[in-house]
């Protein structure tokens, strides 16, 4: 008995096998699969199996699959899937950081005027570039709430295009989430240094 056997497909669920010997078959077929696991050079491995079978029955032919190329070619659409995924991620992740650097630069332009007061007032530059950095934090944490069900909503629907991952796996989606936030805070650092690094006179003056 096998509790957790995969016999044809490594997207089946684990069914219990039992598996017999060969003389206890009933209908056997007209050929038969043998799993070998040595540590022998794939070469001089099947060399010796084809010596010792051409020995006992010249008549029976023999083919050998490497078990491992045989799981990676029926993986094949799930890696072509995942790098497109991935190709799209990392250019969804790019248009994410402009985005964001147009939109803080944006508001960082609206505020020079009151950057330049609290600097006036003694407001240090790293004040004001935490108080820069700690809003972008928030915006992003706020677009991940709101992106979130979303996310489980839709992975719903590529479930079979996934395996070893659950469509809801709380890793790779606290992953992404972090990862957003990365994205956001670097997309927010180079206007926050900008805006921290305005004279404060200048910035009094600015319309």
Sequence with gaps: MVKNSKYRDLREKFLPIVYLA?????????????I??????????????????????????????????QIRE???????MAALSGFFGILA???????????ISFLVTQRTREIGIRMALGAGKRQVLSSILRETLMLTVLGIGVGLPIAFSVTRLVASMLFGIEPSDPVALALAAFALCGVGLAAAYIPARRAAAVDPMTALRYE
């Design 36 to 69: 070998l696991h040595s540590a022998l050079p794939l070469p001089i491995l099947t060399s010796g199996i084809k010596l010792a079978i051409a020995g006992k029955s010249p008549e029976i032919s023999v083919d050998f699959q490497v078990f491992k190329t």
């Design 22 to 34: 060969i003389s206890q078959d009933q209908n056997p077929g007209p050929f038969e699969q043998v």
């Design 93 to 103: 992740a790019l248009l994410t950081a402009v985005g964001l650097y147009g939109v």
């Design 74 to 80: 029926s993986l094949l659409p799930e890696r072509l």
